[in-house]
Structures are given as structure tokens and as C-alpha cells.
């Protein structure tokens, strides 16, 4: 039989496929989060549903996030070592872009696996922590644009605009004064009503 072994490239595509995964999930949860932090949707059992596929996706981009970096390791091009896939900016091949997206892979693990343990930081100050995961996302584009084989792909650039744009527009729409609610208008003072029987 002619052709390449599937085996040798079989490692990078599962790599490239989770890596992918991951993005699209760790999206759709920032989304969901961004809405749910604006205070949409407004109906109570909508807002449960939705946390629900917010823990999920988070849940499903760790995982990727995991195989993405795990099946590395069998990539017979790069052929990196445990340490240069789990240290940032350790890895030969396009080291500042691999370590942001280390550096991002990480920070998403320690903020989604956060949430199980909200109680013993407080909740006030886990979702002030929480609010970093725009920076995960961020990290984890520019990883992808700059280490990513698919970053010229018309295909991946209609996926980072089509949850680039939502995302960034609930975050402005959360982080910046909406317009300033007008003074409430004072009723002028009337005079008292003349007592029956008082004077003309």
C-alpha cells in the first residue's frame, strides 16, 4: 500500500481537531457567560438552562484543551517534551504564540475548575476572579492565529469573527456606563389648601 503512514500525521490531526474543539467551546461558554452577566435572558428557567450549557461547554473546552496538548506529544514534526508542552515559551516551534496558548490553557483550567470550589474563596471574590476568563479567550485566539496551521483558513477566520464579534460587544456592553438615567423630575410645590372656616 502507497501513501503516507496515517500514523504519522494521525497525532497532529487529532491534535489540530481538539484544539479546534476546544476553541469553539471555550467561546460558546464565554458567550453564554457574557449574556448571563448582562442579566440575559431575564426569564428564570431560561437562566438555569443556560448556566447548564455554560458548565458544560467550559467542562468540554477543558478536555479538548487536554487532548490538544496531550496528543502533541506524538506529533513526529514538532516531537515536544512533557515539560515544553506544560512550560510556556519552552517549545522550539513558534514558542511566544505556543507559550500564550499554554499560558491560556492553564488559566482556563484554574478559572473553570474554580467554580467547584467558589465556596471556600467566596462568591464575591470568585466572580471577580472569574471575570479574567475574557482574557483566556483572548490568549487563546492569538495562539491560535499565531501558532495555529489553520489561522489563513477562510473557514477558521468565519469562526473567530462569528464568536468574536458577540463576545466583544456583551463585554463592552458589561464594562462600559450605560446611558445615565435622567434626574427624576420634581413636582413643583403647590400651596396649602386654605382651612375650611379660616379667614378670607
Known sequence: MNGPDPLEYGWWLA????GIVAL???SISVIIGLMMANGLPRKPGA??????VHESTALAGLIAIA??????????????TLSQIAIPFTIDYRPFYTGLGIIAGWSAAFLGLSFYARRWFGARRWRTIHRATILVWALAVIHTLGAGTDASQLWMRVILLATGIPIVFLFLRR???GDPKP????RPAQPAPESAGAPQ
Do not use: C, E, M
Open 15 to 18: 491534535s489540530r481537531s481538539s
Open 24 to 26: 469553539l467551546a471555550i
Open 47 to 52: 437562566k438555569r438552562q443556560l448556566l447548564a
Open 67 to 80: 487532548i490538544h496538548g496531550i496528543t502533541l506529544l506524538g506529533d513526529s514534526y514538532l516531537h515536544p
Open 175 to 177: 464594562v462600559l456606563p
Open 183 to 186: 434626574a427624576p423630575r420634581v
